[in-house]
Structure formats: C-alpha cells, structure tokens
C-alpha cells in the first residue's frame, strides 16, 4: 500500500454531505460505508493527483442553511479539495451559494435538470428527462398508464421533476392529483382519501427515505397497489426494508445506480464491499453505491483533467469527456454524468431490474 506523507499541502480533504438525522437518515450508515471503501481503494492505489483523501462527513439532515453555514466555515480553513454526498436539492443550492464555484462538488442524488447550477457543480445522479420522464413513458406503454397522482416532498426536486413529467405527457391534465407535503410527514391520509386518487392508474413518489416508506406501508393498507403501481426515482434496499416487503408490492423504481448480482461487477463490488466492513455491515444499496461512484469519479476526473481547479474541469467538460475507472458513469456532458438507467420492480425487500431506459 502506498505512503502518503502528512503535511496538509500532500492530502486532499473531501467534505461528504449525508443525512444522519430527518428522513434521509435511513441511508445515512449504508453510505458512510460504501464511500469508506472507495476511499480505501483510492488511497490503497495512488491517491488523487497523487495524493491521500481524507474524507469529513457532514450531516446534511439539518435545515439548508445550517448545512451551507458548516460548509463555508470549513472552507475558511483552505483544507478543503471537493465536495460530494448525498442530500436534498435544497441543501444542494444552498451549499452551492456558499462554496461559490471553489471546489468542485459532485452531487451523487437524483436532481431536478435546473439550467442555473453553480460552476463546479456536477451531477452524478439522474436528471428526470433521462429517468422519471422514460420510466413514465414505460409504464404507459406496458402498463397502460396515462393518468397520475403525484405524492411529493415539498421541496425544489419534487416540483421540478413533475413539472419535467407534465411536458412530457400527452395533456397536463393526465396529472389527476397533486400534493406536497413537509419532510419527516407521518399521515398521507389527507392524499389516499383524496377522490381523486382513484381516478389515477399509478402514482409518482417524490419523497425521501422514511417518508417514502411510511407512505408506501399506508398506501398499502388501502389495497390500491393490487390495481394501482407506484413509481419512485428514489428508493433504495434501505427504504425498502424500513417499509417491508408487503408494502412494495407493484412499486416501480427507476435508478441510474442499481448493485446488480447477476452481472459480474454487480458480485465482485458487494464483495469487496463485504471484505472491507464486514459481515454485520449496512447493505451496499443503490444510494450508497452512487456515493461510491462520485467519489471514484473525482479521482479519475481530477487525474484525468490534471488538477481540482474548478475553472480548468469546466472547460474540459463543456465539450464532454470519457472516463476509465470502476463507476457505471464514464464521463461527463457538461456538468452531468453519462451512463445508464434501468427500470426495476421491488421484488421483497429487493429489485428485479426489468428494462433499460432509453
């Protein structure tokens, strides 16, 4: 294993921003672990421009501007290389606004595809027009769904992303119902005792971590699912086992970022993964696996590009750029990582991935 030496001028600090409290906070250990084994990968390697990673985790749980204020006062320091993690869009921009395009800053979530992103903010997770909008279309054209309700978190990505969704469809009256509610909800009987529920053919889940969890359990008990499929771009194995199994039955899930065991990367990474934390470890989920990824695309963005000077990226990306390395993202156009997308349907506390999104 290489030695790095410790002066500060020879170590890279990366800040991760993660949810350990609110609603997010069920993803929090999962990804702690898996952005652990990427930073031992790296370093076990050659570093990041040949240098060791050190990496602060901050919780994002909190309110945006708290989380923004923590950011800048360790950018105050001049330690810190790049940040990345997974959170809200709203604390997104609101750690944008203070990092002011001085470090780059991978943002490993599914986002909302707004045209005003900060220099040197990149997006590791999918934009709704290459994964809600074609999971939608998908569903339409297998499933026969035209009308929807929409159940969202009241924030910046829920709105965005249904609105992506209502240009998209044939009439913006095939949305039916729409609501949105506060993070960390615990009664959506005010949405299932809509009449108008029932004059949708599947429902569109725009919420975070416990709170798609929670609406998926008092979905259930209705008995809609039988006749009515969920669709969500944000659910992962954690969310899927804090509702358990019964309440995911014919819940769709659209994700850039599934840890397939059926294909050979898919097994070796859940391996190496199991070998660096052990057998009592939170699952390698789709969530914790794209903050893995992020973190292995900064290494071998800044290697490539030869430097973390967020002026010098921006200008290598603004025609796109291919990577090598580990993650299922193998380049950037413009500030957005290309790669796949794929369809799954919960199957237990678990996917079946059943297509991929054009």
């Known amino acids: 294993m290489p030695t790095f030496p410790e002066s500060r001028e020879e170590t890279i600090e990366i800040l991760s921003i993660v949810p350990t409290q609110g609603p997010g906070g069920i993803i929090a250990p999962s990804c702690t672990a898996a952005i652990s084994l990427a930073v031992?990968?790296?370093n076990s390697s050659t570093g990041i421009l040949g240098r060791e990673i050190r990496m602060t985790t901050i919780d994002g749980g909190r309110p945006p501007h708290e989380v923004a204020t923590e950011v800048e006062a360790f950018l105050a320091t001049g330690m810190v290389g790049a940040i990345t993690g997974w959170h809200t869009s709203a604390v997104r921009r609101a750690v944008a606004d203070a990092v002011g395009g001085r470090v780059p800053y991978?943002?490993?979530t599914d986002h909302e595809g707004l045209t005003d992103e900060r220099p040197g903010v990149l997006m590791v997770g999918e934009h709704p027009d290459h994964q809600t909008v074609p999971a939608a279309a998908w569903m339409a054209r297998e499933l026969g769904v035209r009308r929807w309700a929409v159940i969202g978190n009241d924030y910046i990505w829920p709105r965005q992303t249904v609105r992506a969704l209502r240009r998209a469809l044939p009439t913006p009256?095939?949305?039916v119902l729409e609501r949105y509610v506060p993070l960390?909800?615990?009664d959506f009987h005010a949405f299932l005792d809509d009449p108008a529920l029932l004059f949708a053919d599947a429902v569109l889940v725009l919420m975070v971590g416990a709170?798609?969890?929670?609406f998926n359990r008092q979905f259930t008990a209705t008995g809609l699912p039988a006749i009515m499929p969920r669709l969500s771009p944000a659910v992962d194995e954690n969310v899927l086992l804090s509702a358990g199994p019964k309440a995911n039955d014919n819940l769709y899930v659209a994700s850039g970022f599934f840890v397939d065991?059926?294909?050979a990367d898919g097994r070796d990474r859940r391996a190496?993964?199991?070998?660096?934390?052990?057998s009592f470890a939170p699952a390698l989920t789709t969530f914790s696996n794209s903050t893995y990824e992020a973190v292995h695309l900064l290494g071998t963005l800044a290697d490539a590009v030869g430097t973390l000077d967020v002026d010098t990226i921006t200008a290598r990306l603004a025609d796109g750029i291919t990577l090598d390395g580990p993650a299922a993202r193998h380049g950037f156009h413009g500030n957005q990582a290309v790669g796949p997308a794929f369809l799954a349907r919960a199957d237990g506390v678990d996917f079946d991935i059943i297509d991929r999104l054009p």
């Open 40 to 42: 031992d990968e790296i």
């Open 106 to 108: 991978l943002y490993a």
């Open 173 to 175: 009256g095939d949305i």
């Open 184 to 186: 960390g909800t615990t």
């Open 211 to 214: 709170d798609t969890a929670r």
């Open 261 to 263: 065991d059926h294909t």
């Open 272 to 278: 190496r993964y199991r070998r660096h934390q052990g």
